[in-house]
């Protein structure tokens, strides 16, 4: 009986055993299939990120707690791409950060050491830089490695030639995106004739060719284009000689306070006169000191009344427009969780959001990369001929990005410039007002007041690009009074004539009377006569004879 136990024993011990590891392979299963698909293994894909993050000086003065604020921005951007199961899925973003210190030759070393240990970290895309001069060398070398390139905040003209920088895309409006409003004013407001004056720095300089170039297309004049390296003191004297009252300009801050003052002195502003500037370096007027006045021979209060009315033009950072953006986040959402990650206060001034969006611009292009590149891989990327391949794939997707960022509508031009937003302010009692907002996707202006609150120095009319003959008819009406009286007067002179007339052919066989030329006599009481009839003729108007 016990041995007869003992097989079924060992029987039972199996199925349990058998049991126990098929309920084990379904729980394996189970569990996996109900981890987070964040919490599994993934593959790395990683975007080299390029900030100075030094305390550097540079454009817009110390730049390091911007550069700080938009890799805070960066990165909270590859956690939101990376909890979104919709987008590069079984792949995750990895932000290899370099910090440039602002310096060219430093950033190209960084980026070469980047490339040589590509077998640990091979990067996909770059994001950066945001110095112009750094962007430009990197966007030079990037097309020899096949890697595309984002910047959040290069803005130079120079990056927008393709021919030079080919897989170059921003996220910034260029600067010669403030062309684009500018000219919508000269044509919205039917002005045909405009000058330019521009600092010689090669931003100005190619932004001012761009303008002159679409000013042309639609057939406006440039009067003059009036330059300066550094002090622009006597180059409106020109512009006043032209006629200018259409001003376009081009330069940084501490020149706009030069040019405005010797508008001030030439008398060249107030409301028959419309000057309009770059917006993105504002002016500050508590910075006049006493010894700017005395170099500029102007003072502070003379210079804000040269600058009432002048337009400004800026970058909309961050979105006006109160809805949900990619990543899942309104503006506000944005705002408060960028200031917890940097520990900073937020600034609509920094272009943490233009960051933002580049990651997401580069994880959308990636993503739908996927399916054309097969039967390659994302990771099967390298900086060799299978990149070049995948290369013009991502250039082609990145090209045809379109979504709603927390910058705004993203998108970008043929030779990658951003198809932003753009602030259209004018300064009045020395403080930046918004007027409208500019649309480069539709090329419109959304208006934020109406022509009457805009026009309020020239009476809600834009004042004209010229002196103008305006002609008008006027109905001259001749007094009745008057009309009688010369008419009473008239006719007496027509009896005295045509009685001398008679007295002059009734004696005319007298020897007086022939001596003294009758036939001419006749002739001019003739002429007499008719001259008194004119008046009564003449003096018979619309009045008259509707009365």
């Known amino acids: ?322 809805r949900t953006a990619i990543g899942g986040l309104t503006p506000e959402q944005y705002r408060h969780e960028l200031m917890l990650r940097s520990g900073q206060m937020f600034s609509e001034r920094r272009p943490g959001p233009f960051a933002y969006d580049a990651i997401w611009a580069m994880a959308l292009a990636l993503n739908a990369s996927i399916e054309d590149i097969k039967p390659q891989n994302l990771e099967d990327f390298d900086y060799e001929d299978a990149g070049k391949e995948m290369v013009d794939i991502f250039k082609e997707k990145m090209d045809k990005t379109d979504f709603f960022g927390v910058s705004g509508p993203v998108s970008f031009y043929d030779q990658g410039d951003r198809k932003g937003v753009l602030k259209v302010q004018q300064i009045r009692n020395g403080t930046e007002v918004l007027v409208g907002r500019y649309i480069a996707q539709t090329d419109t202006i959304e208006w934020e007041m109406s022509a009457e609150e805009i026009w309020y120095r020239s009476g809600g009319k834009p004042p004209p690009d010229e002196d103008r003959t305006e002609e008008r008819f006027v109905i001259q009406k001749i007094s009745l009074v008057l009309f009688i009286t010369m008419t009473v007067l008239a006719a007496l002179g027509i009896v005295m004539a045509i009685g001398l007339l008679a007295f002059n052919i009734y004696y005319r066989n007298e020897r007086l009377i022939k001596m003294s030329s009758p036939n001419l006599n006749n002739v001019i009481i003739v002429g007499c006569i008719l001259t008194y009839v004119t008046i009564c003729l003449l003096g018979i108007d619309r009045n008259i004879l509707r009365q």
Not at 1 to 28: D, H, N
Not at 190 to 198: P, R
């Open 1 to 322: 009986m016990s041995c007869f136990r003992l097989p079924c024993r060992g029987a039972e011990s199996m199925t349990v055993a058998k049991q126990m590891w098929i309920f084990l392979s379904y729980s394996a299963v189970l569990g996996y299939l109900l981890v987070p698909y964040c919490c599994r293994a993934q593959v790395p894909l990683y975007i080299g990120g390029f900030f100075p993050l030094n305390d550097s000086v540079g454009e817009f003065g110390v730049i390091g707690p911007i550069a700080r604020d938009c890799l805070s921005s960066a990165q909270m951007a590859i956690d939101h791409v990376n909890r979104d199961e919709s987008v590069l899925q079984g792949y995750k973003l990895d932000l290899v950060v370099i910090n440039t210190q602002n310096l060219a030759g430093f950033a190209f070393r960084k980026f070469y050491d980047m490339l040589v240990d590509g077998d640990k970290k091979k990067v996909v895309m770059l994001l950066g830089n945001f110095a112009d001069k750094i962007s430009e060398d990197l966007a030079k070398a990037t097309p020899y490695w096949n890697l595309i390139q984002v910047s959040y905040g290069s803005h130079s003209v120079a990056l927008s030639e393709r021919k030079y920088y080919p897989l170059f895309f921003r996220t910034i409006p260029s600067s010669v995106g403030f062309n684009y409003p500018r000219k919508k004013l000269v044509l919205d407001f039917n002005w045909k004739k405009v000058a330019t004056i521009h600092s010689t720095t090669e931003t100005f300089q190619g932004a001012t060719e761009h303008m002159h170039q679409i000013l042309k297309e639609d057939n406006i004049t440039v009067l003059a284009s009036e330059t300066f390296t550094q002090d622009p003191t006597g180059r409106l004297k020109f512009l006043k000689d032209k006629d200018a009252r259409i001003i376009i300009g081009n330069f940084y801050r501490p020149q706009a306070y030069l040019i405005l003052c010797e508008a001030y002195q030439l008398e060249m502003y107030g409301p028959d006169y419309v000057w309009m500037i770059l917006g993105y370096d504002p002016l500050r007027f508590d910075e006049i000191t006493e010894e700017f006045e005395e170099l500029a021979r102007c003072k502070k209060e003379q210079i804000i009344e040269a600058a009432e009315g002048t337009w400004t033009f800026t970058w909309e950072i961050m979105s006006a427009v109160n």
